[in-house]
């Protein structure tokens, strides 16, 4: 099945480089060129917070902010379908006694919010505000609305709680919460509110964890398209085995808020035998939660593989298992028994994402950081060095069944705050998947040999971005971008984004010089 990518390309400075296809033997590749963008103290996209019938939203930041993880207002800026900026604008709240601490930008329904938050030292109150950005002149109404607010506890300075927010599966709703600290060996409170895209209150709750707060963390909460809420907790007997991450000694449980946050249940999916060792949660179109992730079976160790679980209250009513190929199995590769077992351990599990026919999709990373992780006096930059490596893909079928699950080897390092070069973008459209990353050009070899390590800091001869199309069989096909090798730009993943079924922007970076493409691709079903 053959398919079409527009580049729609940005270019600063303004230079035309001929760009040659020779990498997309099957792909069809027009090239049109913008005009040039408005740029000022070092000011690089950083994310496209949102998309519509008009174009894209982004925002821009200081390069040495995103270094240092700094959180300043940022400018966004609007471009339209041919890449082209159209207007741009610096965003200030007003009118607030103390200074705010930005937050983020977020698309509610049809409306675009800025999120962020003041402290009041004399009151002891922190609150999160939410004002609308109209999209005409890209500027805050100045009339935000207060979301929550808490005094945070004196004695909890290493736990102070931070706000955290969540759109709902179709985007017309948005969860705001916090997490008050316990005392030493006591439990935590959670506080939830749901809103609609006026921010108006939909429910409140506030719930009391389970367990002791130094036996458990939250490793995800899904707002169903319903209103019901769900919270993923891992947790072990003591707060040593919760932290020894690579050994089975831990499970995860589910908190489920339902009935417009008058309910509350907790559900432990468990299928004896095999030993859970990443979950993810959702939702599907039925309404009916839903767990996937990666195994381990209890009664033989050396077998892994992916699952997927659908639930009816406390009972599994559809489960599906698929044990890895040994061939692709991490497990396999050189190295002590103890750091072959640590692998399956390590992945970050993306959410679930269900296509329109009811199939859905599990992608995962494997993350790691060295040890050793300091800042130095000179230039307050972490030292540490961030480790990505294989991607795996798991393909579940509109029936719950797993397809197929395939690993995409890779090997990123990213030192000193750089890891925004390195993780992956991703696009899921109805019959493919495609993933973005920053590789090294010797890895675009058909040999199976192990990958050769990408570091963003590495001469322009060892930098591409690379592209990997999964089909509705799993069959891989890996390519480079071509204005990647000609111009040696690096992709930060958190810049690109999947802004319709069958679109998705990239972007291209390399020190004060970027590109932004979009890539169009064929539309194969009549539901896309």
């Not at 609007?78 to 709240?93: G, I, K, P, V």
């Not at 599966?169 to 809103?195: E, H, M, S, Y």
């Not at 390590?346 to 599990?362: C, M, P």
Request: aromatic content about 10%.
């Amino acid at each position: 099945m053959k398919k079409k990518l527009l580049l729609l390309l940005l270019i600063l400075p303004l230079s035309i480089t001929l760009l040659h296809a020779q990498n997309l033997p099957e792909a069809a590749l027009n090239i049109h060129l913008g005009s040039q963008n408005f740029t000022k103290n070092n000011m690089m996209p950083n994310q496209i917070v949102a998309s519509d019938e008009k174009g894209i939203y982004i925002t821009k930041i200081k390069l040495s902010d995103e270094l240092r993880g700094k959180s300043e207002f940022p400018i966004i800026e609007f471009y339209n379908h041919q890449m082209e900026l159209m207007a741009y604008h610096q965003l200030h709240a007003k009118n607030h006694d103390t200074p705010p601490r930005f937050e983020q930008i977020t698309q509610v329904g049809d409306r675009l919010y800025c999120f962020y938050s003041t402290y009041d030292k004399g009151q002891n109150q922190k609150k999160l505000w939410a004002d609308e950005i109209e999209k005409s002149t890209l500027s805050l109404r100045q009339s935000p609305f207060c979301l929550q607010s808490f005094s945070p506890q004196k004695k909890a300075k290493f736990k102070i709680a931070k706000f955290h927010l969540k759109l709902s599966d179709d985007n017309n709703t948005i969860l705001a919460t916090f997490k008050q600290p316990g005392a030493k060996n006591d439990t935590d409170t959670f506080n939830f509110k749901v809103v609609d895209q006026e921010m108006k209150e939909i429910w409140s709750s506030q719930l009391k964890a389970p367990y002791n707060n130094s036996q458990y963390v939250t490793t995800n909460i899904h707002l169903s398209i319903s209103g019901d809420l769900y919270l993923l907790n891992k947790a072990a007997p003591s707060e040593k085995a919760l932290a020894k991450f690579w050994e089975p000694n831990y499970h995860y449980s589910i908190i489920a808020i339902t009935d417009q946050g008058k309910t509350q249940t907790t559900i432990q999916p468990q299928v004896q035998g095999k030993h859970f060792t990443k979950m993810q949660i959702s939702t599907n179109h039925n309404n009916q939660l839903v767990c996937a992730g990666f195994y381990t079976d209890q009664l033989q160790n050396t077998t892994s593989g992916s699952y997927f679980l659908t639930l009816k209250g406390q009972k599994i009513t559809q489960k599906s298992f698929q044990a890895f190929e040994p061939k692709s199995d991490e497990g396999q590769a050189k190295g002590s028994k103890v750091e072959n077992q640590k692998y399956l351990y390590t992945y970050l599990l993306n959410d679930i994402e269900f296509r329109g026919d009811g199939s859905a999709v599990l992608i995962a990373e494997q993350t790691s950081q060295s040890p050793g992780a300091s800042f130095t006096s000179h230039n307050h930059l972490p030292m540490a060095n961030s480790i990505f490596n294989t991607i795996a893909v798991v393909s579940i079928a509109p029936e719950g069944e797993i397809m197929w699950t395939k690993k995409i080897h890779k090997n990123q390092l990213s030192p000193e705050g750089y890891s925004f070069f390195s993780s992956y973008a991703t696009a899921v459209l109805h019959d493919k998947i495609y993933l973005v990353f920053n590789d090294h050009p010797e890895n675009l070899s058909t040999e199976e040999s192990d990958p050769v390590r990408f570091n963003p800091k590495a001469a322009k001869k060892e930098l591409m971005i690379a592209m990997v199309e999964l089909d509705w069989n799993g069959h891989i096909k890996k390519e480079a971008l071509s204005f990647s090798r000609d111009l040696h730009l690096l992709t930060k993943p958190l810049a690109c984004k999947q802004v319709s079924s069958h679109q998705m922007v990239v972007l291209g970076q390399y020190n004060n010089a970027y590109r932004m493409a979009r890539l169009d691709f064929e539309k194969t079903f009549s539901y896309q």
